[in-house]
């Protein structure tokens, strides 16, 4: 089970941290990965960490977002900086056992088990 919070009204420029706690598998077991979906659009692929805690980014995160995990509490977050109003979405934290994800591809279909969300907004 993956249950995402933090999620929140923030103004352009500033800061926020997701966090998904997993229950029920190890995280340094997984590729683990954030995503996003804005109303009318598709999912689309934000951060992915694997077990060797190798990260990867799409381009609209680099830079500016931060993908981790803490082991001792089977939590996976999302550090987000700068923000803007384009990053307003709904955002979920998922598990991949797809050896795609361990090539650094960011695609919604290699993820298998997902998280309900939370919503982020940037105005």
């Known amino acids: 089970q993956l249950v995402e919070s933090g999620g929140d009204s923030v103004q352009a420029g500033g800061s926020l941290r997701v966090s998904c706690v997993v229950s029920?598998?190890?995280?340094?077991?997984?590729?683990m990965g954030w995503f996003r979906q804005a109303p009318g659009k598709e999912k689309e692929g934000v951060a992915t960490?694997?077990?060797?805690?190798?990260?990867n980014y799409a381009d609209s995160a680099k830079g500016r977002f931060t993908i981790s995990r803490d082991n001792t509490k089977n939590t996976l977050y999302l550090q987000m900086n700068a923000l803007k109003p384009e990053d307003t979405a709904m955002y979920y934290c998922?598990?991949?056992?797809?050896?795609?994800?361990?090539?650094?591809?960011?695609?919604?279909?290699?993820?298998?088990?997902w998280g309900q969300g939370t919503q982020v907004t940037v105005s």
């Open positions: 998922a598990r991949s056992e797809n050896p795609g994800c361990l090539l650094g591809i960011i695609r919604a279909s290699y993820f298998e088990l």
């Open positions: 029920g598998i190890d995280v340094r077991h997984y590729c």
């Open positions: 960490i694997n077990w060797e805690e190798t990260t």
